[in-house]
């Protein structure tokens, strides 16, 4: 069975850093691409980021460009968001999501084959 368990969800001030985990299980993690979204309340789920199965390619959101990160850690089988400069409008729930093909360009949730269960992270102004 697949797990992809988020982490690292918390309130901070506008400005502020905040890195967020997710752990997979249940599959071959090397093997599958890893992507961030994000739901706001009262809006559309949006995609994030997107990071190769070995790390070497990355695409983001104009949204987060120049401010967020991702990494991954397969021999941790663990995925991250680091977000820095964080904006009120960044406020949202926050799920990562797996794909076993890697596309370097903006997904759908629905284009994922396997999604966690969201942290949410808030930040204040």
């Known amino acids: 069975q697949v797990q992809l368990v988020e982490s690292g969800g918390a309130l901070v001030q506008a400005g502020g850093s905040l890195r967020l985990s997710c752990a997979a299980s249940?599959?071959?993690?090397?093997?599958?691409?890893m992507g961030w979204f994000r739901q706001a309340p009262g809006k559309e789920r949006e995609f994030v980021t997107v990071i190769s199965w070995g790390g070497g390619s990355t695409y983001y959101a104009d949204s987060v460009k120049g401010r967020f990160t991702i990494s991954r850690d397969n021999a941790k089988n663990t995925v991250y968001l680091q977000m820095n400069s964080l904006k009120p409008e960044d406020t949202a729930v926050y799920y990562c999501a797996a794909r076993e093909n890697y596309a370097r360009t903006t997904l759908t949730w629905d284009a994922m084959d396997y999604w966690g269960k969201g942290t949410l992270v808030t930040v204040s102004s």
């Open positions: 249940g599959l071959p993690f090397n093997s599958y691409s």
